[in-house]
């Protein structure tokens, strides 16, 4: 994929109605390095300063209960939602 052919992909994203919750967001504003640990969440068994830094952000967050709809919708990784991709999947395992 070209650089143009990202770009036009982000555009597109700007003006779908399906993502415009993602402009109420407030991660855009934050390091996109804390919503994605060094460390991967599963491989510890508490989590650290950044994992809880970015899930506290999160709470405070207009947007949240959809940021989870779509990372679970979407398969995401990181921290969408309030929740890690393993929680994620245990809240899917859960469900079925």
């Known amino acids: 994929m070209s650089l143009m052919d990202a770009l036009a992909d982000l555009a597109g994203l700007a003006h779908?109605?399906?993502?415009?919750?993602?402009g109420s967001a407030l991660?855009?504003?934050i390091d996109p390095d804390l919503w994605f640990p060094r460390?991967?969440?599963?491989?510890?068994s508490t989590p650290?300063?950044?994992?809880?830094?970015?899930k506290a952000i999160c709470r405070g967050c207009d947007?949240?209960?959809?940021?989870?709809?779509w990372a679970i919708e979407h398969d995401e990784e990181g921290i969408w939602g309030g929740t890690t991709k393993v929680e994620r999947d245990q809240l899917?395992?859960?469900?079925?």
Do not use: H, K, N, S
């Open 63 to 69: 947007v949240r209960v959809r940021c989870l709809q």
């Open 16 to 22: 779908d109605p399906a993502t415009e919750w993602m």
């Open 39 to 44: 460390v991967p969440t599963e491989r510890v």
């Open 48 to 54: 650290g300063p950044q994992e809880l830094l970015a």
């Open 27 to 29: 991660c855009p504003e």
């Open 92 to 96: 899917l395992a859960e469900a079925a």
